[in-house]
């Protein structure tokens, strides 16, 4: 058994995100019954990993929750995961357009402004850079 020190170490994470999936339901420890100190498992290091995997392939901990619960149910996950990653990637791909036109925006405002000189304050504008871009 594992307290939450040494399944941070084991698991390669902090302690303080071993104690957030704890309190958000993704791991489950059991209590020292001498000091209250929480316990975990062997399968907790694998949790923890898995956990890890995911995230840092765009999980959120809400969808990795459905991931476990499918397992809990003895249901394959992998039609889950399989849509949650198709929708993830949508969403990807349009937040990445979105991003390259306003980085297109943003490089044609500074080339514009390159041309351009510091205003001064005069109660009528703010910022003469940014009114000069429609």
Request: a positive charge; one cysteine or more.
């Amino acid at each position: 058994m594992l307290t939450v020190s040494a399944l941070s170490k084991a698991a390669e994470t902090t302690a303080d995100s071993i104690r957030h999936y704890v309190r958000i339901g993704l791991l489950t420890p059991s209590r020292n019954p001498d000091n209250g100190y929480r316990l975990f498992s062997d399968d907790d290091i694998k949790k923890v990993k898995f956990i890890r995997r995911a995230k840092g392939l765009g999980f959120t901990l809400h969808e990795i929750q459905i991931i476990f619960d499918h397992g809990t149910a003895g249901q394959s996950p992998c039609p889950a995961v399989r849509n949650m990653i198709q929708q993830r990637i949508s969403k990807n791909r349009s937040n990445l357009a979105e991003l390259n036109r306003l980085q297109l925006r943003m490089d044609n405002a500074l080339e514009k402004w390159k041309t351009m000189p510091d205003g001064e304050p005069d109660g009528k504008a703010l910022c003469h850079l940014i009114e000069s871009i429609e």
